[in-house]
Every structure is written in C-alpha cells, then in structure tokens.
C-alpha cells in the first residue's frame, strides 16, 4: 500500500509540476517579451524624435539595436554596438513589426527572440532590434530545483502518512487474528473485540463474529447430535447385550427362538438407525443428485400409495402437471418418511395433495389426528428429537425421518414446514417448478 501510495504520489507531483512549469514558462516568456517591446518602441520613439546614437539603456538580458536604412548599426546595448546587425531580416513594407527565432542572432550566444521595428523617416527608414534570450522549458534552475524539492516532500509526506495509516489498520488486523487464533473448539464461546469506528474493520470484526456464531451453533448441533446417537446406538444393543446375557444364564429356562427375535428386533432398530445417520451425513455433505431428472409430483405421490398397504385410508387431490426438477429416489423417500409419519399419528385417514403455487410445486401430507402444538413444529425437524405422542404410538422410531425429509427438500432448492389446519398436522412441501404444459387440471381420488 506505501508503495503504491507512493508512485500515485509521485506521478500526480509531477503532473502538478508540469502544469506548474508550463503556466511559469508562459508568464516569463510573456512577460520577457514584453520587455523587450517595450525597449524596442523606447528606442524607436526617441529614434524619431531625434538622432540617437552611441550607447542604449535596457533592461536586464534585452539586447538592442538601432541599423539606418543602410545596414549600418548607429546604436546599441553594450555588447551590441559594435558589429553588424544581430537579425537580417526586416517587417514587411506593410508592416512596422515583425517577430523571428535566432538561434543564435548575429553576434550574440543562444537562441534568441528577436523582434523588429521600423521607424519611417524621409531621408530613409531605420530599424530597432531587440532581442531576449527564449525561455527555457524548466523556466529557471531555480524553479526546477523548488519543484522538484515540493515533489519529493509531498511523496515522502504520503509514503509516511501512508506508511503510518497502514501500520495502525494492519495493528487491527492482527489483533483480530490473535483473538482468532486463541479462539478453540473448547474455548469457541469467545468473540473478537470490535472497534468502535465505522469502517472495514469494525465490518471484518463483525463478519468473524458471525462466523463464529455460526461455527458454534454447528459445534453445538454436532455435540448434540453426537450425544443422542450414541445415546439411541446404545439402547438397542444394551436391549440385545441385557437379553442375551439373561439368557445365557437361565438356558434351560429360556425361549431361544423368542430371545432371537427380540435379539433381531434390537438389531433392526440398530441398523434403521446406522441407515438413517448414513443418509444425514450424505444430506449434510451436500452430495451431487445422483440422476436429476424432471420429476412429475402426481405420479410419484400415486405410484407410492399404490406400491405399499397401508392401515390408514389414504386420499389424493392430485393436479396434473406439476413438475419439479431433481432426484426421483430422494424425493420418493421425502414422500414415505411423510406417509409413515402421518400413518403413526392418524386417527383414520391421510389426504395427499399436489398442485401449482406461485411457481412452485406443493405437496401437502395431512392426517387426521391430534395435530403439532405450534411451539413444536420446529422442534420434531430436530435430529432425533421425538415428542411424547410420537413415543407411545412407535417406540422403535429413530427420530430420524422428518430430519431426513427437511434435508432433501432444502437440497431441491425448496422448503417443508408444518402449516395451520382445521384438525391432524399439514405438512406442506415446496419446491421451484421446471417447466411444464400449460394445460393443467385437477382431479381427486381415494384409495
């Protein structure tokens, strides 16, 4: 950053001195020929007053010269009095002024403006010379010296300043990072200090602390997670490991075949479970759908009511042609960790309904029981989190489904949220459409 404060700097100095110089040069110049027109019209008047001969008075650096109408120099400037004419040329007939470059004029060293004028007489006319050395492009060496001291005081000044403001925002920064790296998965309830002022670095202090928020909040849900699966990884095989033993120590006394099953049931549980957590950690990975395809939410839902029994009534109210775009398995399994949802908690019926909603594809899971109290409609989406009704109507469930279901849906770019109803809980799932006919219709059924 010094660096580049620097050249810009830099650059911008020397543009500022270039105008500088060029604004000078021309005020000199101006102001150099204007003495030098006015030495010339001094002489010139006096010259037509009277006869002027022998030496001239001039300003500093202005050279004169009086030449008679027969080339002859009759007065002049020290340096210039003796010897021809410093210029061979003349105005035109036409004109008394005439201005030319010399480089040098005669007699004289370096390049010169020369100017002419004529003075009319009637024994014949005469000439003044006035010449004034050019302005160089650096006006003076003085001047360029001054400039280009200013120049490299005011570069040194930014680079300073520059250099300074840097170090106190990179002091900042660092002391963020220091707080960062003390900040530990053990320790991650710390947050970084933000500044009081108003700038990037109060917003980079805010940013980390948002991160860190979010970071924690994972921390916490991977605890948890991790406490409750091991804690439901472990009740089944205590269940098996509790029965097994009982029966080793009582052989004769014991049903083998029914110690089997119960054995058998303990591991089924298990393996439901292992299913369901390899599924979420598939679902948090974020992996790629395995066959995205256009999807047709109608007959998937028919196909799915069709292809298993089940001990609740089921209706459909079913639109044609709402499609979704994504992955077939993923959203069949959506749609049976649903119905098995609803088919625990109704009394008789479950009514399955598809249709077209502001762009979306909507599909509404509702039974007719005793419903979600609103306070809890987040919570059965927690992993493992099972409410008490849920219990006692299947204590073999993992707590996993709902989870599972949120999952793909946010995965298809959509939602699944539990929505008021008149009796039983609504859960509705939305999902962005692709394209689809025009010519939709509904229709309804029960099965």
């Not at 007489?121 to 010296?145: C, K, Q």
């Not at 762009?359 to 005793?370: P, R």
Request: a negative charge; aromatic letters at 4%; one cysteine or more.
């Amino acid at each position: 950053m010094t660096a580049t404060t620097g050249t810009v700097a830099a650059v911008v100095s020397v543009i500022v001195c270039a105008l500088i110089l060029v604004g000078l040069r021309a005020h000199t110049a101006e102001s150099v020929r204007g003495k030098a027109v006015s030495s010339a019209l001094q002489v010139a008047y006096e010259a037509d007053r009277e006869l002027v001969r022998g030496r001239l008075n001039a300003p500093k650096d202005v050279r004169l010269q009086l030449v008679n109408d027969g080339g002859e120099v009759v007065a002049g400037t020290e340096g210039a009095l003796a010897g021809p004419p410093m210029a061979d040329f003349q105005p035109p007939a036409t004109s008394i002024y005439s201005t030319r470059e010399r480089c040098p004029p005669t007699g004289l060293k370096g390049c010169q403006r020369v100017i002419a004028l004529r003075v009319y007489n009637e024994s014949g006319d005469r000439f003044v010379y006035a010449a004034t050395p050019i302005v160089p492009w650096y006006v003076s060496p003085g001047h360029l010296m001054l400039l280009v001291c200013a120049a490299l005081l005011v570069t040194m000044i930014a680079c300073l300043r520059a250099w300074g403001t840097t170090d106190q925002v990179l002091a900042r920064v660092d002391a963020i990072r220091a707080e960062l790296a003390e900040i530990t998965a053990s320790k991650s309830g710390r947050r970084v200090t933000v500044p009081p002022y108003q700038d990037e670095i109060r917003w980079l202090a805010e940013a980390a602390n948002e991160t860190l928020d979010r970071l924690d909040s994972a921390l916490e849900r991977q605890r948890s997670f991790t406490s409750d699966a091991s804690h439901d990884l472990r009740s089944p095989i205590t269940g098996a490991r509790a029965q097994l033993e009982e029966a080793l120590l009582f052989p004769d006394e014991v049903d083998w075949p029914q110690t089997a099953r119960n054995v058998l049931h303990s591991l089924d549980r298990l393996q439901a479970i292992v299913t369901d957590l390899l599924q979420l950690a598939r679902l948090d990975a974020g992996g790629a759908w395995q066959h995205p395809e256009t999807i047709d939410l109608g007959a998937v839902v028919t196909i799915e009511v069709a292809r298993a029994e089940r001990t609740k009534t089921i209706h459909t109210h079913l639109q044609e042609g709402v499609t979704v775009h994504g992955d077939r398995l993923r959203l069949v399994r959506l749609l049976t960790n649903l119905l098995d949802n609803a088919e625990r908690h109704a009394e008789s019926r479950v009514d399955l309904t598809v249709r077209e909603e502001d762009g979306y594809g909507v599909l509404e899971v509702q039974d007719d029981g005793a419903g979600v109290a609103e306070e809890d409609r987040e919570v059965v989406f927690q992993r493992f989190a099972r409410l008490e009704a849920g219990k006692a109507r299947d204590a073999a469930g993992t707590g996993l489904g709902l989870p599972i279901a949120r999952e793909i849906a946010r995965l298809h770019g959509g939602t699944l949220t539990i929505e008021d109803s008149d009796r039983g809980a609504r859960f509705v799932l939305r999902i962005p459409r692709s394209p689809a006919p025009a010519d939709t219709r509904a229709t309804g059924n029960g099965s």
